[in-house]
């Protein structure tokens, strides 16, 4: 791995991840739209919680839920079906004709993603913090650290995977990011413990990393959440450090697949499809 | 002349929504993600419920719950807005940044209005498909409480046509702000969504917000259409949660069914004036600004 290699490839992660960083400065109508707006659904469920008084933690649930959606949105607009977006619009060929890795093209997609999202999960953590007066604890926030950012690897390792294809759904990929919305909420527990799914179900949702990493939050953010913890905080991390690496390396291994079908079938650079 | 030639443009726009919508994909594929996405919505608030009553230790059976068709019901018939608001904002970022033809639209010689209403009407129907199933599931998985027998029919079908309307035309003003939003400005029916959600006692009482946002739900049309709808669908239900609390638990109990359908069309027509100008406004400074063949696909 030579000098200039590794260079180019950082220069490449920094050369996409920069029009989404500057992009969300130069049209700063997202402030709103992504901040404030989605507030409401959140505010909802934890009026739904407070109607029927149920047990106060249930709200922080909400609140912290309503922030990690941000999260998964972004990996299903913004990473899962950017590639194909790209190949409308026709940068693509771009991408692929430049002498980079195509990793790095979908790294620099994440961490620009990751910039403006994290501010807004977190700008819906804070408010909702406030607003619903939820009482958060940070016992361990070394391990909280540690949970997020396996967490963040594994799930954008998932888009990166998804990114690839969704390429070969062609027209299905904006369907597939519709279809992948409320029933992840659902079967990830965004706005409920996932332990009363049931153990398989539950056990079946952790093959998306969120699941697990909502979990650990819960009972880290918490201090009656582990008793409505899925698995112990360490197991959760263990299991989100395994799927982090599966991901990144499904992501790699469908990127070359997508590229050289895409290839031989002469679909890389059709448009409308 | 003119209004046959509208209804060409809607009747064609709404054929090129169809084919836009569910040509991509087999029949059944596309009849299972029309099925999927609103029952896992569903379970959101059926699991949500659940838990409340696990954990409170009530020993309550979820389907004896007035208060769970109440929520059943009005998170059903809330699909139409999140759809239709989203289906119509949706058009003009599809058209202009995906497939890039809004300009060509623009210059057609059609009334563009009725094109954006056709496509809106593709997305009611599909949406209609999902609420049905929805409700079909609720009454007979998990005891939601409609009984056909005593459904207020006339009433329902009004209010469910009015509310449609209103809908509709609040989705054309936000289609006319989407002329000046980004392609992330689709988070704007998301958000507005959430604020008729939040707001109109979806799926809890207006009466559980604070005193001044149940100021704002009173002047919301959608508060007016949810409370019509479900007292059309199961005025039973309806009655057992009004008995259920010692005081006006919907914050609606005071108005008759007449006055609530008065409520809903005047809130339609004035939503309608607004909506109008707000489309225009917008349409006016997208092509001052050079908008209408913008992309922003970063």
Same mark, same amino acid.
């Given at each position: 791995?030579?000098?200039?290699?590794?260079?180019?490839?950082?220069?490449?992660? *920094?050369?996409?991840?920069?029009?989404?960083?500057?992009?969300?400065?130069?049209?700063?109508?997202?402030?709103f739209?992504?901040?404030?707006?989605?507030?409401?659904?959140?505010?909802?469920?934890?009026?739904?919680?407070?109607?029927?008084?149920?047990?106060?933690?249930?709200?922080?649930?909400?609140?912290?839920?309503?922030?990690?959606?941000?999260?998964?949105?972004?990996?299903?607009?913004?990473m899962?079906?950017?590639?194909?977006?790209?190949?409308?619009?026709?940068?693509?060929?771009?991408?692929?004709?430049?002498?980079?890795?195509?990793m790095?093209?979908?790294?620099?997609?994440?961490?620009?993603?990751?910039?403006?999202?994290?501010?807004?999960?977190?700008?819906?953590?804070?408010?909702?913090?406030?607003?619903?007066?939820?009482?958060?604890?940070?016992? *361990?926030?070394?391990m909280?650290?540690?949970?997020?950012?396996?967490?963040?690897?594994?799930?954008?390792?998932? =888009?990166?995977?998804?990114?690839?294809?969704?390429?070969?759904?062609?027209?299905?990929?904006?369907?597939?990011?519709?279809?992948?919305?409320e029933?992840?909420?659902?079967?990830?527990?965004?706005?409920?413990?996932?332990?009363?799914?049931?153990?398989?179900?539950?056990?079946?949702?952790?093959?998306?990393?969120?699941?697990?990493?909502?979990?650990?939050?819960?009972?880290?953010?918490?201090?009656?959440?582990? =008793?409505?913890?899925?698995?112990p905080?360490?197991?959760?991390?263990?299991?989100?450090?395994?799927l982090?690496?599966?991901?990144?390396?499904?992501?790699?291994?469908?990127?070359?697949?997508?590229?050289?079908?895409?290839?031989?079938?002469?679909?890389?650079?059709?448009?409308w499809? | 002349?003119?209004?046959?030639?509208?209804?060409?443009?809607?009747?064609?726009?709404?054929?090129?929504?169809?084919?836009?919508?569910?040509?991509?994909?087999?029949?059944?594929?596309?009849?299972?993600?029309?099925?999927?996405?609103?029952?896992?919505?569903?379970?959101?608030?059926?699991?949500?419920?659940?838990?409340?009553?696990?954990?409170?230790?009530?020993?309550?059976?979820?389907?004896?719950?007035?208060?769970?068709?109440?929520?059943?019901?009005?998170?059903?018939?809330?699909?139409?807005?999140?759809?239709?608001?989203?289906?119509?904002?949706?058009?003009?970022?599809?058209?202009?940044? /995906?497939?890039?033809?809004?300009?060509?639209?623009?210059?057609?010689?059609?009334?563009?209005?009725?094109?954006v209403?056709?496509?809106?009407?593709?997305k009611?129907?599909?949406?209609?498909?999902?609420?049905?199933?929805?409700?079909?599931?609720?009454?007979?998985?998990?005891?939601v409480?409609?009984?056909?027998?005593?459904?207020?029919?006339?009433?329902?079908?009004?209010s469910?046509?009015?509310?449609?309307?209103?809908?509709?035309?609040?989705?054309?003003?936000?289609?006319?702000?989407?002329?000046?939003?980004?392609? /992330?400005?689709?988070?704007?029916?998301?958000?507005?969504?959430?604020?008729?959600?939040?707001?109109?006692?979806?799926?809890?009482?207006?009466?559980?917000?604070?005193?001044?946002?149940?100021?704002?739900?009173?002047?919301?049309?959608?508060?007016?259409?949810?409370?019509?709808?479900?007292?059309?669908?199961?005025?039973?239900?309806?009655?057992?949660?009004?008995?259920?609390?010692?005081?006006?638990?919907?914050?609606?109990?005071?108005?008759?069914?007449?006055?609530?359908?008065?409520?809903?069309?005047?809130s339609?027509?004035?939503?309608?004036?607004?909506?109008?100008?707000?489309?225009?406004?917008?349409?006016?400074?997208?092509?001052?600004?050079?908008?209408?063949?913008?992309?922003?696909?970063?």
């Amino acid at each position: 791995m030579s000098d200039t290699w590794l260079m180019r490839n950082l220069r490449a992660v *920094n050369g996409r991840a920069y029009p989404r960083i500057i992009g969300s400065k130069r049209e700063p109508s997202w402030l709103f739209f992504d901040i404030v707006l989605p507030l409401l659904t959140v505010a909802a469920y934890a009026y739904i919680y407070k109607f029927n008084n149920a047990q106060e933690q249930f709200i922080g649930y909400v609140v912290l839920g309503g922030a990690m959606t941000a999260f998964w949105l972004n990996i299903l607009w913004s990473m899962a079906s950017q590639l194909y977006w790209e190949k409308e619009i026709g940068n693509l060929q771009l991408y692929l004709m430049a002498p980079i890795s195509r990793m790095s093209i979908l790294a620099g997609m994440a961490v620009g993603g990751l910039f403006f999202t994290t501010l807004r999960a977190t700008s819906t953590l804070v408010i909702g913090i406030v607003v619903f007066s939820v009482a958060f604890t940070l016992s *361990n926030p070394l391990m909280i650290l540690v949970i997020f950012v396996v967490t963040m690897i594994a799930l954008y390792g998932m =888009g990166m995977m998804f990114a690839s294809l969704y390429l070969l759904f062609g027209r299905e990929a904006y369907h597939m990011s519709n279809l992948m919305m409320e029933p992840v909420y659902f079967a990830s527990g965004f706005y409920f413990p996932v332990k009363y799914l049931g153990f398989w179900a539950a056990a079946g949702a952790s093959a998306i990393p969120i699941t697990l990493g909502l979990d650990a939050l819960r009972q880290l953010f918490f201090a009656a959440g582990s =008793g409505d913890a899925f698995l112990p905080v360490e197991t959760e991390a263990a299991i989100l450090c395994v799927l982090s690496v599966v991901f990144v390396f499904l992501a790699k291994y469908s990127l070359d697949y997508m590229e050289r079908l895409g290839k031989t079938s002469g679909r890389l650079t059709l448009r409308w499809q | 002349m003119a209004v046959k030639s509208d209804l060409r443009t809607f009747k064609n726009a709404a054929w090129l929504g169809w084919q836009m919508e569910a040509n991509w994909t087999d029949p059944f594929l596309f009849a299972t993600y029309s099925i999927v996405k609103p029952l896992a919505g569903t379970l959101i608030l059926v699991f949500m419920y659940l838990v409340i009553i696990e954990t409170s230790g009530s020993g309550m059976e979820m389907a004896d719950s007035p208060y769970f068709t109440y929520m059943f019901i009005g998170n059903a018939f809330y699909m139409y807005a999140a759809e239709v608001l989203f289906g119509v904002t949706w058009v003009i970022h599809d058209d202009r940044e /995906h497939y890039m033809t809004l300009k060509q639209v623009y210059i057609a010689p059609i009334n563009f209005y009725a094109y954006v209403l056709g496509r809106a009407a593709i997305k009611i129907a599909i949406t209609t498909v999902g609420v049905l199933i929805t409700l079909v599931f609720g009454v007979l998985a998990l005891g939601v409480g409609i009984d056909l027998g005593s459904v207020d029919w006339p009433f329902f079908i009004i209010s469910l046509i009015v509310g449609l309307a209103c809908i509709c035309i609040l989705g054309l003003a936000l289609g006319g702000i989407s002329f000046l939003t980004a392609k /992330h400005g689709e988070g704007i029916n998301e958000g507005i969504a959430g604020v008729f959600y939040v707001l109109s006692g979806v799926v809890f009482p207006i009466t559980a917000l604070p005193t001044w946002a149940q100021s704002v739900s009173k002047v919301l049309p959608v508060t007016y259409w949810m409370e019509a709808l479900r007292r059309g669908l199961s005025p039973d239900a309806m009655d057992q949660l009004k008995a259920s609390y010692p005081y006006d638990v919907t914050g609606l109990g005071g108005f008759d069914n007449v006055f609530l359908m008065l409520v809903l069309v005047v809130s339609s027509v004035i939503f309608f004036v607004l909506s109008l100008g707000i489309f225009r406004y917008a349409d006016l400074i997208a092509r001052r600004k050079g908008k209408i063949d913008w992309t922003s696909a970063y």
